[in-house]
């Protein structure tokens, strides 16, 4: 029994450092520019793409094709700001929302007329091999995924306290018009936020291709679970959703271990609706400091 | 904008006439199958436009009543043997019921926090609905008794009695929100939709406000339901509570103009034709064109005119009207 709840958490936790990735994008655009993204699936999406050709023509590791999904993802989330986003900024939620939303159609539906619906896998040689911890089990590319995942969120912590456009980015945060005032162009800073979120979800995408099929819907998997940990762990708020996902992660696992296959969602849902019901603002007060 | 609206006594009657004409006049299955979506959608956006137009509350999660309505007829048919037509107002009824909790959660929330609870709502009602096998089928879902021609039973041969029950919902629809606009509740609406907390400031209970328009909304997406699982004979948890459904409700809207009493019937009109011509050109085979066109449409409409389609409309209507009377005056329009 202590074993299986113990396999269920590490199930959950391993899994978690990618929902991780994928939330704390979408609270760091949210944060800085003010807008929820609904495509942040999608662009998870594009890092599993682009990995898996890149295996698939040239035989690249997923990992090892990390350098180029990001970047790749990076320059996307700098012209969707600077030509989509900031366009919208001024017109409240709803123009808001459908924008995002528009596009994570638009891209599944181009991702299914080029690629088709087929499901596309990669295999690496650590795509079957697992690590034993006494009785329990770790499968290599996920922890291998969940390592790499934790070590982004801390370059990202870094990136936020320790450079002056990371300070930038958390003082636009803050006070959009004070920190204009102090001479802080929210223009370039809104681009770094999106591409920064948006290399995160491309780094979620490389990292998942090992033990992942690739699929134009895929991202709908990941952004439901985001959102779910972004709100728990309140919009804007970066530890707060590292923390949130690693929690969903393990919620998720242990409701398919003890209520059923298909019941991780239900736990996971249940505890986004009691959350919201209990403390609306999610569970960690407002933008880390 | 008024002036559509106040003029529109005439046009109403037109378009009444061509709709109730149009099944006599097309007589292809595939043709009226395409109405008989574009009404439904259209009825489905206008009760979603009550919440998401008039009071601003962005609710993804319509597809809860959407299928609370098809599980209620359809159990109630198939285990008790009750008409749908019966059926379809217990849906009703219990999709009211089911809008008061999930309203008293949600309305806590604003802007993004609302919506991604209503689809958090959806979501747990459709993965509920997958878990009652005994009661409700399960993932399977189950086909609906084939009673042939029987009215009494909202089963018809052929399809053009569904056109006119669906028409006939999409009347009821906009003929209750035109009631709704031109009284004291839609001007709190419109307030709470503006700015929630200078409504409440001067007095509108903004709760109370949202909570009967949600019961409203609620009640006829839950008659839309019905109608759509007996128009299909089938009927499973992922068809019901599909997200789809959540979304088209608020796309047709947002296209076509939201907050305005024929905004969600443009923007299905325009939607779904471009769609079913499309599919007509490409014909199958060719997934996802459809919603690629559907989603470069909204991003255009939302860049382009935010307001929605029916403002070009009305623009371009009164344009030639005024443009018509000051040749007849003979006044230059600078003068």
């Known amino acids: 029994m202590l074993t299986t709840i113990a396999q269920a958490v590490v199930n959950g936790l391993l899994i978690g450092g990618i929902y991780a990735l994928v939330s704390i994008g979408v609270t760091l655009i949210f944060g800085v520019v003010k807008i929820v993204n609904f495509a942040q699936g999608e662009f998870v999406m594009i890092g599993m793409y682009i990995s898996f050709f890149l295996a698939a023509n040239f035989g690249i590791d997923p990992l090892l094709s990390l350098v180029i999904s990001m970047p790749v993802l990076f320059v996307i989330g700098v012209l969707l700001q600077h030509f989509l986003l900031r366009r919208v900024l001024a017109l409240g939620d709803m123009p808001q929302i459908f924008l995002t939303f528009a596009m994570s159609l638009l891209l599944v539906n181009v991702a299914l007329l080029l690629f088709t619906a087929n499901y596309r896998t ?21 922890l291998i995924a969940f390592a790499v995942a934790m070590v982004l969120s801390g370059l990202l912590w870094v990136f936020l306290h320790a450079t002056d456009l990371g300070k930038a980015m958390r003082a636009a945060a803050q006070n959009r018009d004070v920190a204009m005032l102090m001479g802080i162009n929210p223009d370039r800073v809104f681009c770094v936020a999106v591409g920064v979120a948006l290399a995160l979800a491309g780094a979620a995408g490389s990292l998942l291709m090992p033990f992942y099929p690739a699929y134009p819907l895929v991202g709908q998997v990941f952004v439901l679970m985001a ?21 969903m992660g393990v919620a998720e696992s242990l409701g398919i271990q003890f209520v059923g296959a298909d019941s ?26 | 904008m008024q002036g559509f609206i106040s003029r529109g006594g005439f046009w109403v009657g037109v378009l009444t006439a061509v709709a109730l004409a149009l099944p006599l006049l ?66 009703g009824v219990v999709a009211m019921l089911a809008s008061l909790p999930i309203g008293a959660l949600c309305f806590r929330l604003r802007g993004p926090y609302f919506a991604i609870a209503t689809i958090a709502t959806a979501q747990v009602l459709m993965l509920l609905f997958l878990k009652f096998r005994d009661f409700a089928w399960g993932a399977e879902g189950t086909t609906m008794p084939n009673l042939g021609d029987a009215p009494l039973m909202m089963q018809f041969e052929g399809k053009a009695p569904y056109y006119y029950v669906v028409l006939a919902l999409l009347a009821i629809g906009l003929a209750i929100t035109y009631r709704i606009e031109r009284s004291w509740m839609g001007y709190y609406l419109v307030a709470v939709g503006e700015d929630e907390d200078a409504a409440e400031a001067i007095g509108v209970d903004a709760l109370r ?74 014909g199958g085979g060719h997934g996802g064109v459809q919603l690629t066109v559907y989603s470069l449409i909204l991003i255009g409409v939302i860049l382009c005119r935010p307001s929605g389609l029916i403002g070009i409309l009305t623009d371009a209507y009164d344009h030639v009207v005024h443009a018509g009377a000051a040749r007849a005056k003979e006044v230059p329009l600078d003068g």
């Open chain 1, 122 to 142: 990669v295999q690496t040689p650590y795509s079957e091999t697992a690590i034993h911890f006494g009785t329990l089990f770790v499968p290599m590319a996920k």
């Open chain 1, 227 to 247: 959102f779910v940990a972004v709100v728990l762990g309140t919009l804007g708020n970066v530890t707060g959703a590292l923390i949130a996902s690693l929690m």
């Open chain 1, 264 to 289: 991780g969602l239900i736990v996971v849902f249940a505890m986004l609706l009691l959350t919201l019901a209990l403390r609306p603002n999610g569970l960690f007060g407002g933008w880390s400091r």
């Open chain 2, 26 to 91: 097309v007589s292809s299955a595939f043709a009226i199958d395409i109405f008989i979506r574009i009404l439904l959608f259209a009825f489905i956006g206008v009760a979603w436009n009550l919440m998401g137009g008039y009071a601003k509350q962005l609710s993804l999660g319509h597809a809860a009543y959407f299928g609370l309505g098809a599980y209620t007829s359809t159990i109630l048919l198939i285990r008790y043997g009750v008409s749908p037509w019966i059926g379809m107002l217990a849906g």
């Open chain 2, 209 to 282: 406000i949202k909570r009967n328009i949600y019961l409203i909304s609620a009640f006829l997406t839950a008659l839309a339901g019905t109608f759509y699982v007996q128009y299909i004979y089938f009927i499973d948890p992922n068809t019901a509570f599909s997200f789809n459904v959540s979304v088209e409700a608020a796309l047709v809207s947002i296209v076509g103009g939201i907050g305005t009493l024929w905004g969600p019937l443009v923007g299905t009109v325009l939607l779904e034709a471009t769609s079913a011509l499309l599919q007509s050109w490409l």
